[in-house]
Structures are given as C-alpha cells and as structure tokens.
Nanobody, 124 residues
Framework: QVQLVESGGGLVQAGGSLRLSCAAS????????MAWFRQAPGKEREFVAG????????FYADSVKGRFALSRDNAKNTVYLQMNSLKPEDTALYYC?????????????????WGQGTQVTVSS
C-alpha cells in the first residue's frame, strides 16, 4: 500500500509560481511511476507530469512543457512539481498518483494510488 499526501497549493496571480509536493509513505518507491494529474471544474482529469522512479525519467503534458518541472528527493520519497509562468487555465485540483510495476504512462486508469488533491488557483 502507498499513501500519498499533497501540499503546496494556493492562490497566485498569473505569471507567478508555486511548488507542489507529494510525499509517499507505506513503502519505498522503486519501479513505480509517480505523476501529477489535475481536474478543473466541469472538465475531465488530465495528466500533467510524471517521473519514473527507478530511472528518473520525466515526461510532461504539452500544455506545461517549459513551465513545469519535476524533481524528487529519494530519501524522503517525495516529488516536487515546480510550476512557473502560471496561467488562469492552470487552475485546478492537482492530484498526485502512483502506478506500480514498471508502468510509465500518462493514462489515469493505470494509477492505483491517489492523494486527496491540492487546489491551485491562478487569478488573471
């Protein structure tokens, strides 16, 4: 079992920055993929960014490439999502999720563990 706790959300003006954190507990991540998804009101959940824990490979949605960046702290089993140049359309509830078993994917149905989410609101 993996438990995930997100933090770092908040209200920021357009062009500003936020850093989200996702701390995993229950076991040490190894062959897993940890990802961020987001869901805006009235919209479907969408993939934002992911990292394959074993190799450190990162992948991003086109909408955030060049603005968002993932990093990790292996000792803390934690991933950070640095979000820069934020836009009002980035406003959403951001979820951290983990997929197990060497599965590197942006498809939410393959992620079996989810956090409760942290709200990001970008004002224009």
């Amino acid at each position: 079992q993996v438990q995930l706790v997100e933090s770092g959300g908040g209200l920021v003006q357009a062009g500003g920055s936020l850093r989200l954190s996702c701390a995993a507990s229950g076991r040490t991540l190894s062959t897993d993929t940890m990802a961020w998804f987001r869901q805006a009101p009235g919209k479907e959940r969408e993939f934002v960014a992911g990292i394959w824990w074993s190799g450190g490979t990162t992948f991003y949605a086109d909408s955030v490439k060049g603005r968002f960046a993932l990093s990790r702290d292996n000792a803390k089993n934690t991933v950070y999502l640095q979000m820069n140049s934020l836009k009002p359309e980035d406003t959403a509830l951001y979820y951290c999720a983990v997929a197990t078993g060497y599965l590197v994917t942006d498809k939410s149905q393959y992620y079996g563990y989810w956090g409760q989410g942290t709200q990001v609101t970008v004002s224009s």
